[in-house]
Nanobody, 115 residues
Framework: QVRLVESGGGLVQPGGSLRLSCAAS????????MGWYRQAPDKQREQIAV???????NYVDSMKGRFTISRDNAKNTVYLQMNNLKPEDTAVYYC?????????WGQGTQVTVSS
């Protein structure tokens, strides 16, 4: 079993920044790739970026530029730095860790961008 716990969400003004964290625990040896997704109200969950254990990253084209994914393997934590936030970035942000046996998700952290 793998447990993912996100943190760092909150209310931020347009143009502001937030850094989300996702701490993994449990059978972390089974984790290679980790990723961030988000789901806005009345929309489907969408991928933002993924990162492998050796630091290889891949971003959805629409997310490039303002979002940066990173990882600290010593802390079993993946981060999402979000800059120049816009109201349309308002969503619940989820951490994901696919493994050979199961696709793990965190509980999500709410990000609200509003003045």
């Amino acid at each position: 079993q793998v447990r993912l716990v996100e943190s760092g969400g909150g209310l931020v003004q347009p143009g502001g920044s937030l850094r989300l964290s996702c701490a993994a625990s449990g059978s972390i040896f089974s984790i290679n790739v980790m990723g961030w997704y988000r789901q806005a109200p009345d929309k489907q969950r969408e991928q933002i970026a993924v990162i492998s254990s050796d630091g290889y990253t891949n971003y959805v084209d629409s997310m490039k530029g303002r979002f940066t994914i990173s990882r600290d393997n010593a802390k079993n934590t993946v981060y999402l730095q979000m800059n120049n936030l816009k109201p349309e970035d308002t969503a619940v942000y989820y951490c994901n860790a696919p493994t050979p046996t199961k696709d793990y998700w965190g509980q999500g952290t709410q990000v609200t961008v509003s003045s």
